[in-house]
């Protein structure tokens, strides 16, 4: 039996957990990668204001329960919906991909050597032309888009092996973008 609350005319349906909450009907979003970020943002705001815990300080403690793990839902949402990353990641777990079957799998020798090489390039940066660096940092941030569009467009087409295989791509690539902005500042 599930329980029903109204909480400010939102139904809240508790399922197994607050990972159970789908981010895309909490923020009224379609369930796509490419998202608009504009409309992310004023949804998370406009619940925000709403829910805030300290709106329910008066309230009943349940209501007040409620409040805080719904916050805590729209926080972990807006987390997840703003990251590429872990939205590709999250949208593969929607459609059911077993993520750590497409982990064993893999992401291909080909690619794996690239990543490699990225990351000795990355390495020896620190010693490296100004110049060098900035092209290395543009090369992957290249790859990291590649990977990106790829991935859009195999989930768009529900090609969802193929997506989480560019989503690990995407991975690697997130980490290496990530390390050339900590070692341009």
């Not at 406009?46 to 300080?57: C, M, N």
Request: glycine share 4%; with cysteine; hydrophobic share 45%.
């Amino acid at each position: 039996m599930r329980l029903r609350r109204k909480l400010h005319g939102l139904i809240l349906e508790p399922l197994a957990g607050a990972s159970a909450r789908d981010y895309f009907v909490l923020f009224h979003i379609e369930p796509e990668f490419q998202i608009d970020m504009a409309a992310l943002e004023r949804a998370y705001h406009t619940l925000l204001s709403q829910f805030h815990p300290d709106r329910f300080a008066g309230k009943p403690q349940v209501e007040q329960r409620v409040a805080a793990q719904l916050c805590a839902d729209i926080n972990s949402g807006f987390r997840v919906l703003s990251s590429e990353v872990l939205r590709a990641e999250y949208l593969l777990k929607r459609a059911g991909v077993d993520l750590a079957q497409a982990e064993k799998e893999g992401v291909g020798a080909a690619f794996l050597m690239t990543q490699i090489a990225l990351r000795e390039r990355l390495e020896s940066a620190d010693s490296a032309h100004p110049s060098e660096r900035d092209a290395l940092s543009v090369e992957i941030r290249d790859r990291y888009n590649a990977s990106r569009d790829a991935f859009a467009s195999a989930a768009e087409d529900e090609r969802f092996k193929e997506a989480a295989c560019y989503w690990q791509e995407m991975c690697y690539l997130s980490k290496l973008r990530d390390a050339t902005r900590v070692r341009a500042a």
